[in-house]
């Protein structure tokens, strides 16, 4: 099972990272392959991703639901998606835990456990967090970057 981990640093208060990261308009861009991004409801987002695994490409729509949240510190959701021309289903369970470090930066820790089902789960393990290491760096770099342009 594909594990995206990540651990970083950004200039903000915990309250303001949190305001970032539930922020869809603001998230979105952040998020490696995020076509959309769209709240259904107060716990509830939509989000279509594409994204080059090995030598196939994906496009999900995902369902995601906040499932605990303790603002502006911990958060746990639970998401779904599928791609039918794949026939390849993905399942995530993601933790999200804020730190604050001083008055100005916040720790940003989370950790999402990927269950890939069909065609898409076929690719391998090793290519599976290849890809999954990337993603989490490049996520981790633009929430760095889109951070430090609301200071």
């Known amino acids: 099972m594909p594990l995206f981990e990540e651990e970083f ?8 990272v949190w305001d ?13 392959g995020c ?7 107060a716990t509830t987002y939509r989000v279509r ?14 369902r995601i639901t906040i499932i605990e949240a303790d603002r502006p510190r911990h958060l746990v959701s639970v ?9 390849s289903q993905v399942e995530v369970r993601s933790t999200l835990d804020l730190e604050p470090v001083s008055p ?9 456990e990927v269950r890939v089902l069909g065609r898409l789960g076929a690719v391998g393990d090793a290519v599976m967090k290849v890809k999954a ?10 929430v760095r970057a889109a951070i430090g342009r609301l200071a």
Not at 9 to 16: I, K, R, S
Not at 104 to 112: D, E, I, L, N, P
């Open 133 to 142: 290491s990337q993603l989490a760096s490049e996520f981790a770099a633009n």
């Open 104 to 112: 100005t930066a916040t720790r940003v820790r989370y950790r999402s």
């Open 49 to 62: 991703l594409t994204i080059k695994v090995g030598f196939l490409s994906t496009t999900q729509n995902l």
């Open 35 to 41: 076509e959309s991004l769209e709240v259904e409801d």
């Open 20 to 32: 970032f990261l539930l922020d869809p308009k603001r998230l979105a861009p952040c998020l490696p």
């Open 9 to 16: 640093t950004v200039n903000g208060t915990a309250e303001t």
């Open 79 to 87: 998401g779904r998606g599928d791609d039918r021309k794949l026939a």
